[in-house]
Structures are given as C-alpha cells and as structure tokens.
C-alpha cells in the first residue's frame, strides 16, 4: 500500500466498530511520524484537531510546542498544549508513567463520535509485540496495538499501522516536512529504545521481513484475544456476574485458565489496567483460598481488589495515612489532602451535633481499633466495628471514615452516626460532620 492521503482517508472512512466519526484528534508530538500523518490528515477534509502533551520531560519542551503551534498555523489546523505530570509513580518505569500521563490528557478530549489518533507504525508494533513478549504476556499482549479500539468516549486508530518507518520517512523527504528529534530516542536505558537502536537492526540484517512477519502473528493473537474475550463474556454471563463484582462461589466452578481469563476480561471491562499473569495467580491464591474474614487484599497499577462477602471488587487505590490527626474548630472546612475530600459541619436542625460544639477543640482522627460510641436513638455503647459491619460498609473503606473527638470523648463518626450525649435536641439546631469532595484539587 502506497502512503498518502487518499490510502490514509480510505482506512478512517471503514471504522471496524461502524461509528460515524465527526472529529479527529491528531496526538501531535512534532517528531516525524506525527508529522507525516498531520501532513496527511490536512490534505483531506475532515474535522482534525491537534494536540502536543507536553510532558515536562525535557528542557525544550516547549519549543517542541512552538513548532507545532507553527506546523498546524500553517496547515490551518486548530492546536492546543496540555501539560502533564509525567514523574515515575507506584513503582511504574519513565516510560509507562510519561504513556499513561498522556492518555489520560487525550481521553479528557474525546467525546462520543471522536477518535484519537496516533502515528504508530509497523516498527513501532514489532517493538511493541517483542516487549509483551519478554515481559511473558499472553495472546492480549501479543496483539500488541490494534488499529481501532474504544477510548474514552470514542475510539482510537492508528491510520499507519500499515505502514512502515522507511515509508513514512521517504514521505517526510518527499514532501521537504521538518520534524523535532527527541534525544531520549538514542537512550538506550529505556526498552523501547535498546530493541529500536540495537536488536531490530540485528534481527533485520537475519531476517529482512521481521516487521512484516511480527504484524501478521500480532494479528493472529488479536483474534485469539477476540475469541477468548467472547467466551469469558459467555461464562460471566453464565454465572450472572454484576459488572462490578464477581461471586467468589460461581468462580470455583472454574478450572485456572478459565479463571484466568475471565479475570482478564472482567477487568479490562472495567477500564482497569490488567494485571500481569504473577498478578493473576496472586489473586487467585488468595481470593479464593483464605478465609471470609480475611483482609483478602491484592494491588497493582493504582488498583486494589479485595474479597467482601463472597464478591471481588476493585478499587482505585487510596494511599491514605489512618495515623493523621487533625485538631479542628467545626467552623472551616477540614482539608484532608490523602482522601482528596473536606470535612464540613452541614446545618441540620433535630439532628446533628449540638449546636455549641462549633469553636471547641475538636479533634479529627481514624479508626485504630477498640473504639466505641454509644450512637443517638440506640441503647447501649456499641464497638465501630460491630457498628461498620452492620452498616454493611466495606472493609477498605473504614479507616477513611473520620472520626470526630471533644477530648477523650467519640462524638461522631462522620456521615454516620452521632454520640447520644452530643445529639442535638428535638427542633434545635444541629450540625452533621459530612465528607464532601475538596474543591481545591491542587491541595493533593
């Protein structure tokens, strides 16, 4: 297939999905690839937008903007700029961290019928197929990048998937396009770039159609992943399954790649990060061989999944310090950074704390363990954890509740219950301690 518009409008025009399509967003970093498909993309007349990430990484990164600020003024192409914090989280490599920053700044921008487009290429889906290889991944890995898949609230395609770097750099010439070259692509620490500069070389001057080769098993193992990802549908349609948690009991009918693979697919349907097949095995070891009761908990990409009354959930991960204590006055909202939310008094009237507390020294704090309070309206003095268990409030969710203390005294447990003691009475003003989202975002 010869690279140009016409080819280029041909591939967007027959989405696999049947979505109509009405903007395009171009993920425009300046470098040749993107460059080339910009030039392409403004030969036609579709509805494209462009947009560079610029992850702070390097110290002409702004200039990188400037040129494709001009780039598209010249091409008469709408561009905009989205900073992103790229630094290396949760144990994750540069390179995943910089990846995962930046689809999380483009999915912010398509909406239904938009699609995000990016300017991967064959040599990019050999580097990409080796790298799940050695990292031991399955057929999902091995499928490496498809040419359209959902993001966001639309789709997301790579028009030159097809195509090869030696075609989109003769292009480049042909057309006399000026690019941006990023010296972090001559690093060889990073993976990517020690397989791009010293083994495709290598395995090229063996074996000269390795590219070729290794896109058409990516797409053997897509359609493995496909028919895989039909049958997990299948079983967890089965089992009724919720689409946010699974029954521990039904799984056990299962044998280990068949719950291994339903595993995968709950997840992915969940627009979680899935987890590795070490991962997988954890969660089956200890999911589904501990105790009810056990603090079942396994975590991974800024997920945890936990075992609660025979169902698996995942969360997002909450590193959350239960230790903090806060001292408060009841009459300011109460920023709490590690839960990214704000503890306010909310005016109630027959309910509530009394009135008075507001400007005595309140203390705020997390449940350690042996608390107790006796709440408004129940008799006697009842432990939180007997309380939370009847409140049917999920194991990980408890120490994020606060707990709001006049000296030695637990006089609320915010949200839920108040000490009898500290009720307001019947018609006067009260006060309920409520947890409400921070309006601030840059306190976290």
Not at 179 to 204: A, C, F, G, H, T
Not at 354 to 373: M, N
Request: aromatic share 8%; glycine share 6%.
């Amino acid at each position: 297939m010869i690279l140009n518009a016409e080819n280029i409008l041909q591939c967007l025009n027959h989405t696999p999905t049947g979505k109509t399509i009405k903007t395009w967003w171009l993920a425009y970093s300046g470098g040749v690839d993107s460059q080339v498909l910009l030039h392409l993309l403004s030969q036609t007349k579709l509805d494209v937008r462009a947009v560079y990430i610029d992850h702070g990484l390097q110290a002409v990164s702004g200039q990188w903007a400037e040129h494709c600020a001009q780039s598209c003024q010249q091409l008469n192409i709408p561009f905009q700029t989205i900073a992103v914090n790229a630094c290396a989280k949760n144990g994750e490599s540069p390179e995943a961290s910089a990846r995962h920053a930046r689809y999380q700044a483009l999915a912010t921008l398509v909406e239904e019928h938009h699609c995000l487009l990016t300017a991967q290429h064959q040599d990019d889906q050999a580097e990409t197929f080796l790298l799940q290889l050695f990292r031991g991944a399955g057929a999902a890995g091995l499928a490496a990048m498809p040419f359209c898949d959902s993001f966001s609230k639309g789709l997301h395609m790579r028009p030159l998937l097809e195509f090869t770097q030696n075609d989109i750099l003769t292009y480049a010439k042909q057309y006399d396009l000026n690019w941006v070259e990023d010296p972090s692509n001559q690093d060889d620490r990073y993976d990517r770039n020690y397989l791009r500069n010293r083994i495709m070389p290598l395995l090229k001057q063996r074996w000269p159609a390795i590219d070729k080769i290794i896109s058409t098993v990516a797409k053997q193992q897509a359609e493995n992943k496909q028919l895989l990802e039909y049958y997990a549908a299948e079983e967890l349609k089965y089992i009724h399954a919720d689409p946010d948690s699974l029954p521990v009991d039904a799984l056990l009918d299962f044998d280990e790649p068949h719950l291994r693979n339903i595993l995968r697919y709950w997840i992915k349907q969940q627009n979680i990060p899935v987890p590795s097949r070490k991962i997988l095995q954890q969660i089956m070891q200890q999911m589904f061989t501990e105790k009810e009761d056990a603090k079942s908990k396994v975590s991974w990409s800024g997920f945890d999944m936990y075992r609660y009354k025979g169902e698996l959930i995942v969360v997002p991960a909450i590193h959350h310090d239960d230790k903090q204590i806060f001292n408060w006055d009841g009459q300011q909202p109460l920023m709490i950074a590690s839960l990214s939310k704000q503890l306010t008094m909310k005016k109630t009237t027959g309910r509530g704390l009394k009135a008075d507390i507001i400007g005595k020294d309140l203390t705020v704090c997390f449940r350690q363990g042996g608390e107790h309070i006796k709440p408004a309206g129940r008799n006697g003095t009842h432990s939180l954890k007997k309380l939370f268990q009847e409140a049917a409030i999920p194991v990980w969710q408890r120490s994020r509740i606060p707990l709001v203390y006049l000296g030695d005294a637990l006089i609320a447990v915010a949200g839920y219950w108040i000490a009898d003691d500290y009720q307001a009475d019947k018609g006067s003003a009260g006060l309920e301690p409520v947890l409400t989202e921070s309006p601030d975002k840059s306190i976290i």
